[in-house]
């Protein structure tokens, strides 16, 4: 038996998220019904994020087992052959039998684009979201820093299936302006359903002067997530990065 750790990149617009699911394709399915027919057998695939409906990535990390001797510098590129073109293998390699990807990622990155502009971008639109009006990404930055650190991130957490402690360590966050670009950058042990899609939906309306400057503290506190600001649409959010 030999695991294949695999590096993949998606546009995640079409899919119903990662995870295998009942109604709708996801990412997930789809490199499985690839493994199957390159490998001809099914094998289970195990990803290190359950990215949701609409999230990019480019650089989901993803498991697999099989028993046959076959070339793992050929993997990737046999894989790509039977993809959709919005899924791409990076790389493929093989690690040992214990690896799991999920429960042995020790972090993970996503970035955040934001298209701070009232015109469209025809070639972004899939990958941005647009806001119309002024940011003060100074203090959108500033209000950020509150959130490194280890602490209750329940206000930032969407309605979720399972329960499951609210505790996380955020270890760097920041925003930048790229031209009308925003981008925020989070990296933390893990994540909650939706939180950084929450986290910012609250920085673009402290940033546009919604909320008041110094509230991310009081919200953080509050542990409620009615105190927070909306979600931010799914269309901008990519996990870049996850290690080990």
């Known amino acids: 038996m030999r695991n294949i750790k695999l590096t993949i990149s998606y546009d995640g617009t079409r ?24 490998f001809g057998e099914k094998h289970c695939l195990y990803g290190a994020s359950r990215t949701d409906s ?25 894989l790509n ?30 970035t955040y684009v934001i298209f701070n502009s009232r015109s469209r971008d025809p070639f972004g639109e899939r990958y941005m979201w647009r806001v119309g009006y002024p940011l003060d990404v100074g203090l959108m930055k500033k209000e950020a820093m509150v ?8 206000c930032f957490q969407a309605r979720d299936k399972k329960e499951r402690t609210s505790i996380r360590t955020i270890t760097d966050i920041s ?9 925020v950058r989070v990296q933390g042990d893990g994540f909650l ?21 110094g509230i991310m503290l009081d919200i953080l506190n ?16 990519f996990l870049i990065k996850v290690s080990y």
């Open 54 to 78: 609409g999230v990019h990535a480019r650089g989901q990390i993803a498991n697999f087992k099989i028993s046959r001797d076959f070339p793992v510098k050929k993997i990737a590129q046999a």
């Open 81 to 110: 052959g039977v993809l959709p073109q919005d899924i791409s293998i990076g790389k493929a390699v093989e690690v040992p039998l214990s690896f799991h990807s999920r429960f042995h990622a020790k972090k993970k990155i996503y």
């Open 175 to 183: 925003v930048r302006k790229t031209g009308r670009r925003v981008i």
């Open 222 to 237: 509050s542990r409620d997530r009615t105190k927070a600001g909306p979600t931010a649409p799914a269309r901008g959010l």
């Open 193 to 213: 359903y939706n939180m950084v899609r929450n986290i910012v939906g609250t920085l673009v309306d402290i940033g546009r002067g919604y909320l008041p400057q």
């Open 15 to 38: 899919y119903k998220g990662w995870q295998s699911q009942r109604n709708g394709s996801t990412v997930q399915e789809e490199i499985e019904k690839a493994i199957e027919k390159v």
């Open 147 to 154: 959130l490194i650190g280890t602490h209750d991130f329940k």
